[in-house]
Structures are given as C-alpha cells and as structure tokens.
C-alpha cells in the first residue's frame, strides 16, 4: 500500500516557521509503520531543496524562520482588514510536478491545523483530485475536528475527527502498532523536531478547545518519548518544541522522570515550549532541572494580570505566580530574553482585561511580552461570545489577524503592537525584535 503524507500551504496575514511540523500526521504514520510505503510533501518543509535556495528563510539561533510567501488577494469576506494576504509555503508547481512524476498512491492523508487554514487544504484536495483521481483522501487534525460539518464541504473520502484513530485503521485495513515513533525518517533532512508527552490538560478555559477535544489530562508512555527522543537525535535534529498543553502538570509522574532520562543518556538538544506553560508549576528545582536538561526558549501563558479576567476565564494563573516562576527560571541560569509571556489581544472580556497594564506588569520582570492575537473557536464559551463581531460557521474570521481587528479596531491594535515593541526595548539584558505571537 502507497501512502502520501501531505501538509497544506498557508493562506494568512502571517506566518513563521515557529518549530511548525505536521506532528499528529507523523504520528498515524509511525503507527503504520511497516504496512505501507510513505512518501511526504511538506510545503512548510523550510529544509526542502526549493525553500533552502531562497534568501531571507534562514534559521535563527534555535531552529525557526521564515516561510516562502506570495501574496495573494484577501479572501472576500476579509476584504477590509488591512493587511496583504499571503500564500506561505512551497509554490503549488513544486507539488504538480512531484505528484506527476511519482505514480498515484493509495491514499493521501492530509494534517490540518488552524480552522482558518483550510484554504491550504481546499488547494492540495484539488490538485490530488486532478492529478490522482482515483486516490483516497483523509483528513485529520483541528480543523476537522473544530468544524466538521465545514470540512465535510471539502470533499474529502473520509474526515478523521478528535483523537479517535479507529475509523481510520477501518478504512484502510491495517492494524496500527501504537507503540512505534513517529515517521520522522520521512524528512530528508530535518533540524527541529517534536515531542509530547501527554494529552490534554486539567484546566478548563473559556477560551480554549482542548479539555474538550482530549477529555482528561492523560501521561503517553515514557518509553515511547524516549525512543522518539533518540530517533531525532540520531537524525541530527537540535531543537526540539513540545507540543503539550500541560506539560508542567504532575511533574514527578511525567517531566521529571523525562528530563532524568534525558540527562542520564546524556542527550545534547535544545527544548522549547512555544505552546505556553503554566507557570504555576515552576518550582525553584523544575526551573533548575529544565535548565539544566536543555530547555532553552520558555513561554509562559499569562493572557492577563487582571485576577477578575483570570477568575472568570478558567484561573490558569495569576500575577504573583508569574513573578515566582521567572524568579525561579533567572536564578536557575535561563536568560531573560528567551523567557516570554503571552498575553492574550482581542479577547472578548477585553473591558475587564486592564491588557496595558498586564504588558507593563510582564516588563517589570524584565521578561519579554508577546501579543497573542485572539482566534475565537466554536464550541469554546468565549467563541459563543463572538457570534455579535463575526460569522463563527465561516472558519476565515477565526482568523488571529482579522478577529481582533474586526473587534478593536486596526488603529487600537497598531498602538498595543507598538507598545509592546517600546516596552520589549527596555528589557534589563538584550532587547527582542518580535512584538506578537503572530506567526
Ligand atoms: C502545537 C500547537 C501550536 C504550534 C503550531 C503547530 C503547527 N504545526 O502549526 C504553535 C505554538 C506555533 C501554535 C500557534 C497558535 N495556536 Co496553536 N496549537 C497547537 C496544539 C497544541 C497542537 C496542534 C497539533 O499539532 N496537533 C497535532 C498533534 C500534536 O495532536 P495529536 O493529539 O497527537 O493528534 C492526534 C489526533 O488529533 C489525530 N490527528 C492529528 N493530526 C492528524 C492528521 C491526520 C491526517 C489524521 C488522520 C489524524 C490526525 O491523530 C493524532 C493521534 O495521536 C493545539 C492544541 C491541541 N492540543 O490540539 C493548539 C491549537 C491548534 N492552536 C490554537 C491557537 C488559538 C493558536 C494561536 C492562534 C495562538 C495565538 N493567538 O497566537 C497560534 C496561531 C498560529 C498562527 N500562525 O496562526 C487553537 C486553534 C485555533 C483555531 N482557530 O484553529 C488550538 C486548538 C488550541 C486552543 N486554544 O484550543 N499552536
Ligand atoms: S491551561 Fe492552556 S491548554 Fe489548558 S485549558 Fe487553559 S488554555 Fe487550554
């Protein structure tokens, strides 16, 4: 059985390659391993020949940078934000021309992510429909699972939704073997990586899809991380992000024992945790264990220092606990300007929010702030809010740039952007030049 591997382009105001990699799609494939011929087309792949001979999409120090773009004209009903609309990714040719000269697979699995992506997919259906015709085609990811009924308009074969694989492993008659890594060795060549080590997360805000989407807060197998660990070691991979949402909880069941293993096989990668932590859990011997284990870049989820946003948003953490756990991270040797708060822009609750007040507070630590531009999702409490600004069934107002655009104003938003630039200058040791989560 042949299986393509595919992960879309981007159309969006922005993007960048923040540690961005296709990981549950690698993931069903390393379930699969042995029971079929994979081959992948990643059009964020900035390591592939076409995006290596460009200029300008270097890497920075730990393994990020930009991705190719063309500009394209805003979708319709986007006509009014004022931003240029870009196509991110390898150009479309690349994957004509890959899927003429290799014979047609069996089935091609597309990875989705953000809802508001999905024109990325839309584009790669179209082109496998022509090219391939009789090939099956299956999505899985967020955007299925966060908008069904919307993918089902794709035209896909089979729509793979949550984390329940078993529809899948029916459809293509294979048994999976959920003990194997995932199919990193399908890259060429690869420098980052990722990792996770747990499902779902124990908190429940109102802004946020997972506790929905994975239930309860679930361990993965340590063992299993440890052999993905050491397979993207052996293929020289140096930086690594997490993909957990809660990576910090229960530490001595799961991060612990992890960052041990690490040392004792005397493992040499750089960590990152670009999907935020909590910094509730940061105790003065964590923070010195992450350091000491690699992690290098710490983001830490704030949204607001305003307890009453916080009380009525979920309580994921408060003002005094981020002050401790930078505290707890600058003594333990992280430098400043690699720990980073987001605070949360364009939220719904933004009246009770006091969002300038929140970005002095984080300055006053002497971390960085980054913006982290609100995209409002169905079947959240807080995307219920948003039907009154945008048409929730219509997946491209979910869309970071656009939403808190609609809802501030473009001049209130380039006036907090600028903000949080001014105040990333003044930082106690080194200045940032990256002003929002706004990949
Ligand atoms: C990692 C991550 C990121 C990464 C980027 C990931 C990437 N490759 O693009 C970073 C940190 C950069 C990021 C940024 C943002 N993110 Co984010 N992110 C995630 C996270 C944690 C995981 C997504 C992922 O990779 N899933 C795949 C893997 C890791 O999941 P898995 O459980 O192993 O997958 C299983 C199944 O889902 C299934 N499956 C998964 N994929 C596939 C594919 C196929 C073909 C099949 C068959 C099955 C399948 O099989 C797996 C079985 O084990 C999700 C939350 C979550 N837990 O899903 C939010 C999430 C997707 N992000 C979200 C948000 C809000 C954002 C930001 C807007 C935050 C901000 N304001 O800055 C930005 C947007 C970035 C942008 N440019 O627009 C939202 C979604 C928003 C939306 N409208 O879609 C989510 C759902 C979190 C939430 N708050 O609810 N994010
Ligand atoms: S702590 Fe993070 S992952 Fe968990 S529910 Fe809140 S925002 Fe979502």
């Not at 024109?119 to 429909?129: A, F, K, N, T």
């Not at 305003?306 to 408060?318: D, E, I, L, P, R």
């Not at 606990?321 to 300007?337: D, P, V």
Request: proline share 6%; glycine share 6%; charged share 20%.
């Amino acid at each position: 059985m042949k299986i393509l591997l595919v992960n879309p382009p981007i159309y969006d105001f922005a993007a960048y390659d923040f540690w961005l990699k296709p990981y549950g799609l690698l993931s069903v494939a390393g379930y699969l391993r042995g029971s079929a011929d994979f081959k992948l087309f990643d059009y964020l792949d900035r390591l592939h020949p076409f995006a290596a001979q460009q200029t300008g999409l270097e890497s920075d120090r730990w393994g990020r940078g930009r991705l190719y773009c063309e500009k394209v004209p805003n979708p319709a009903c986007l006509k009014d934000i004022p931003r240029y609309f870009r196509r991110f990714g390898l150009p479309r040719e690349l994957f004509i021309d890959f899927l003429t000269a290799w014979q047609s697979c069996d089935f091609v699995l597309i990875q989705t992510m953000m809802t508001y992506w999905y024109p990325g997919v839309r584009e790669v259906i179209e082109d496998i429909r022509n090219a391939w015709p009789n090939a099956k085609i299956i999505l899985g990811g967020n955007y299925v699972t966060l908008c069904g009924k919307h993918a089902q308009r794709l035209g896909a074969d089979l729509i793979v939704s949550g984390t329940n694989l078993d529809p899948l492993w029916q459809y293509l008659g294979i048994a999976p073997d959920l003990n194997q890594p995932t199919f990193w060795q399908t890259y060429e060549k690869l420098k980052t990586g990722v990792l996770k080590l747990s499902d779902g997360c124990p908190f429940n805000c109102t802004y946020c899809s997972v506790p929905k989407v994975y239930s309860k807060f679930k361990a993965r197998p340590l063992e299993r991380s440890f052999t993905e660990l050491e397979l993207l070691c052996r293929l020289g991979v140096e930086n690594i992000a997490f993909y957990d949402d809660a990576l910090l909880f229960e530490p001595e069941k799961l991060l612990i024992p992890f960052l041990n293993g690490v040392l004792q096989r005397d493992i040499k990668v750089n960590f990152h945790t670009p999907n935020a932590l909590n910094a509730r859990f940061i105790t003065k011997d964590l923070a010195k264990l992450m350091v000491r284990a690699g992690f290098k870049t710490f983001y830490l989820g704030f949204e607001s220092a305003s307890a009453k946003w916080q009380q009525q948003t979920g309580s994921k953490v408060f003002s005094d606990e981020l002050a401790q756990a930078c505290q707890y991270l600058i003594a333990a040797g992280a430098e400043r300007q690699n720990i980073t708060a987001y605070q949360i822009l364009g939220h719904p609750k933004t009246d009770i929010q006091q969002l300038e007040a929140s970005m002095r507070f984080v300055n006053s630590l002497g971390i960085r702030g980054m913006l982290a531009y609100f995209s409002p999702i169905p079947g959240t409490v807080d995307g219920g809010f948003c039907h009154k600004w945008v048409d929730m069934d219509e997946p491209l107002f979910h869309n970071k740039t656009a939403f808190p655009i609609i809802m501030l104003g473009f001049d209130e938003i380039s006036r907090l952007k600028d903000l949080q630039r001014k105040l990333n200058l003044h930082l106690p040791a080194g200045k940032s030049n990256m002003t929002s989560r706004h990949l």
